[in-house]
């Protein structure tokens, strides 16, 4: 039958014949009229804004910095009656499905005593008599003044009949009880695994209840998996809670397969409305996902993996960060480290090999010290725009930070962190190793791209309370006076973009979102006050109006409760 | 700042609106015009056309039994020459990624003695001296007229400096040299597996080089899997293979996660131009994909997960089909029940809870009554459509047959199966248990549905050649005369149907595509003569000129010579 001639390959120019007989869509446009605009560079110069151009597809036409240089002809105009509206908070290091089975697991991130946890258990395990594990997530004994970490028998008292399983607020200790330690058959007789430690009862080897790092799996590896719809209503949970804190894109730290089923099957049916910068959880989810490098962005920019995400070391608070001198508070530890060198540069050649992104998970000062030195090393092979990354970059040798900058090294770093962290860090570090600690604006200095992020769900996803950490180095009730080596603080301007532009960047996702300029797409959050004026303590209290996503409204504050009266003008 | 109203939610009017800015498509519609076009029923009744209008879409806007019918003010015409147009053909049952793994690799199954089989695998490790492994398929010791199984020494004669791991044509068998032993430790001493036979040299307990089903994996295990880029490659020959054989829908019975991710990979990066039904290769494979439910039809109805593919029994050729009597020539062996009863009530509950769609292999007559019964059990607590398939439903105890539509269970049949394995089927069956075997004509009789594959890369994907044996019982050859067991032979019609829309069904696609009907994706094939007149023979050699998906040409035979020159009318 017929062909259209001339043709080159079957289908292609039929193809193009389809294509040319889409209609050419008419550019219906929308005016955001009147808001006190704030689009961020990357180095945090800001350009503000009194108007904004959406075409249909989510994308911004432009922005004007006075209301009468925008179009009049539009088909839809938005009064912002002068609120202000800053670009969507990108937070660069985040586990979402962490948070979304968090949010449906035992949370004691709020007790601030042992015995308030032991209540908040007991509850939890009357509320839910047919679950045949209680897990939960939070604890931190530093919170409650212990002075050690908690023991079996204390869970024991509250829940005896089923297996309990507690994560640290770090994710890297456990608390078990007995029932959870004999089904993970932890004895006296077992020995610490490599990577990990069964803390003991004081003079003696039974095991006191909690594990650390790799010794958690013992336990761990027992609890029954979350079923398909566990997980698909734990996305939607997290969704939610980071789209009512300003949040319109998350760097997801270690997907696994698992996780990202999840993600594809919300994508999939039209229920992911986050945009998701996706990290495999090892180098094998990398390779069943990615195939033969990363993915192409999926759902118009919502969800990519970018490469992959590797530990290092462990974490400050159970001791598993890898230093290059012992630990003030336990002059026999350095630390945890979780990869030997040839180990950690075979795993980062074999991503970069195919052009998936690195990040690094490393805390201690030796752990920072060995990210740099391999990628100065794979550089050599691996050239072009990688953008390497560091994820915490907590404790750094002083001598090291300027390194960052060699080769672009990304900074992926968690503002509250330093707040939460600050006396405990002290303890495990001494006076002597502080000034490289947390030090964003030593990392600035040396024109390293810095991203920020929460780490939640080991922190609250509040990207206000991480900004308003970075600019001031003080916690939620403003202490320490002054700020905790205040020198290290950083600007306003400089803390959004980091939060926004730095994320994006860091995610490869710049020229697509994270900046409210002509061709992203129209993601943007509406404040109850400007950020870039705000005090500490202001800033901490900013309240999300509405978060936008692609030029659609995807939460609204007053929702719940009606709200006030608006009106649409065409 | 603004908000429509009444606004409901938050984001759904926005949504609304966004969608009531979207411009009406003009329909740009297409007439194929002067055909000879066949649409079928499920049933084979056939509904002639002689003009097809499609929109812009892709999807079937109406037939019209008259050119005078159709309508004249149309975007484009096309004007078909009176060639025939049959719906897009269904594949019920084959393997993509084995297809086109295969087509990467040695490939046996046209050699017809052990020393031609023997010179082609010299020449492949000549032609590839750097692969660490010899990977092939598709010997057949019956058509070698060996009478026995190949042996180790035999391969180790042409390679012996690295392991050769050739499967049988039915996948239910493997050939390895002594390399390839001794790097699965197969000695002597190596018990027969659960499931699985280990052939022995005669007279001893030496492996003699083949193992037959679950023993496969002791050697199998060691072959390095295909690197990402392999299997997109093999994809996208296999995709060209299928399309040239005028195949628009496949069913792949054992999807794996590694095979659903290069599928997936394809759909995004729109490689994918090939309909695939699939059936995860395992429970745990079917939940990591689907979740809690089958996943949705992505990418315009190329992909969709329906539920899993069970194997209750091996082949009639290894004697791994389990038989409710000994085999004939083999007195002792009942064939594998590679499932205990129990076990496979649970597995197809466990898919069926979730509404995922069940398919068991089942070759062997106790295999096929075993099937039976636990669908009858099932079919007490999982009401409403279900559609289970039982795939091969080779060998029936006749008095089973009639029990396939007491609940529309799906016979899923290859019927040049019948020809390949007449003279082995009389051989291991002997002459009183034939009249179930191949029946397709006795299963059409009760009303049980009827799809038609190929089991590709076990047989050829050349749906005609399955019409042909269909239609007489015979071989390539035209042997036997008359047909072999005639009685089975069934309709033109009626195998058109169960190669179209009965695969269609059977994959829960009806309605979307399998018809040439309003409504369905403009899926067809153009043919050089019409199958409903053909004779056997001719069936046979029937000539795909064109293959065409959701109404764009995917393939034409002339593309490569430049055809005949072709013009087409706006």
Redesign the interface.
């Known amino acids: 039958?017929?062909?259209?001639?001339p043709?080159p390959?079957?289908?292609r120019i039929?193809?193009a014949?389809?294509l040319a007989?889409?209609?050419t869509?008419?550019l219906?446009e929308t005016l955001?009229d009147n808001?006190n605009g704030i689009s961020m560079e990357r180095d945090g110069r800001v350009k503000r804004f009194a108007a904004m151009v959406i075409d249909?597809n989510?994308r911004i036409v432009d922005t004007y910095a006075k209301r009468n240089q925008a179009p009049s002809k539009v088909?839809?105009r938005?009064?912002?009656?002068g609120?202000t509206v800053i670009p969507g908070l990108i937070d660069a290091h985040a586990h979402v499905m962490g948070i979304g089975l968090g949010l449906l697991s035992l949370d004691l991130s709020d007790t601030r005593s042992l015995a308030e946890a032991q209540a908040k258990i007991a509850e939890y395990a009357a509320k839910y008599p047919d679950r045949a594990w209680i897990v939960g997530r939070g604890w931190n004994q530093e919170l409650w003044g212990l002075g050690r970490f908690p023991t079996a028998a204390e869970l024991d008292a509250v829940v005896a009949d089923r297996p309990v399983w507690l994560r640290r607020v770090d994710g890297h200790a456990g608390w078990a009880n007995s029932a959870a330690l004999r089904t993970g058959n932890v004895t006296a007789a077992t020995a610490d695994p490599a990577g990990g430690r069964i803390e003991r009862l004081a003079g003696s080897k039974a095991p006191s209840g909690v594990l650390v790092d790799a010794a958690m799996d013992l336990v761990a590896r027992h609890v029954p998996a979350p079923?398909?719809?566990d997980?698909?209503l734990a996305l939607h949970e997290a969704q939610q809670l980071l789209l009512a804190n300003g949040i319109t894109a998350v760097t997801d730290m270690g997907t696994s397969?698992?996780d990202w089923?999840?993600f594809?099957?919300a994508g999939?049916?039209g229920r992911l409305?986050l945009r998701i910068i996706s990290y495999a959880d090892s180098v094998p989810s990398m390779?069943?996902?990615?195939?033969?490098g990363p993915?192409?962005w999926?759902y118009d920019d919502r969800l990519r993996l970018n490469g992959v995400k590797l530990y290092l070391d462990g974490a400050l608070g159970s001791r598993g960060a890898w230093l290059k001198a012992p630990y003030a508070d336990a002059p026999k530890e350095n630390g945890l480290q979780l990869l030997g060198g040839t180990q950690l540069r075979n795993l980062m050649s074999r991503a970069a090999m195919d052009r998936f992104q690195v990040a690094v998970h490393a805390i201690g000062d030796a752990a920072n010290a060995e990210v740099l030195d391999a990628i100065d090393e794979l550089s050599q092979t691996y050239q072009g725009d990688r953008r390497w990354r560091i994820e915490h970059a907590q404790v750094f040798d002083p001598a090291d930070i300027p390194r960052l900058a060699r080769h672009g090294t990304i900074a992926s770093m968690q503002p509250v962190h330093q707040t939460s962290d600050r006396t405990m860090a002290e303890a495990r570090l001494g006076p002597g190793r502080l000034a490289g600690a947390y030090a964003w604006k030593s990392v600035l200095a040396t024109g390293a791209p810095l991203a920020f992020g929460s780490d939640a769900p080991v922190e609250a996803p509040n990207p206000f309370a991480g900004l308003a950490a970075a600019i001031s180095r003080t916690d939620a009730a403003g202490e320490p006076f002054g700020g905790w080596q205040p020198q290290e603080a950083i600007s306003r301007e400089a803390a959004l973009a980091a939060y926004t532009a730095g994320a994006a960047y860091a995610g490869f996702a710049d020229g697509r979102f994270g900046r409210l300029v002509a061709g992203e797409r129209a993601d943007f959050v509406?404040l109850d006050r400007d950020p870039l004026l705000a005090s500490p303590e202001d800033m901490r209290g900013i309240r999300v109006?509405?978060t936008w996503i692609g030029?659609?409204?995807?939460?609204?504050a007053d929702?719940a409760t009606g709200?006030e009266?608006?009106?649409?003008t065409r």
């Open positions: 039958m017929l062909r259209m001639v043709l390959v079957p289908g039929w193809t014949l389809a007989l889409l209609p869509p008419a219906a955001i808001v249909d989510g088909d839809y938005v009064d912002g009656r609120r079923r398909a719809e997980r698909d397969v698992d089923m999840t594809r099957r999939d049916e409305r390779l069943l996902i990615g195939g033969g993915t192409v999926l509406v109006l509405e030029g659609a409204q995807v939460y609204a929702a709200g009266e608006r009106t649409i």
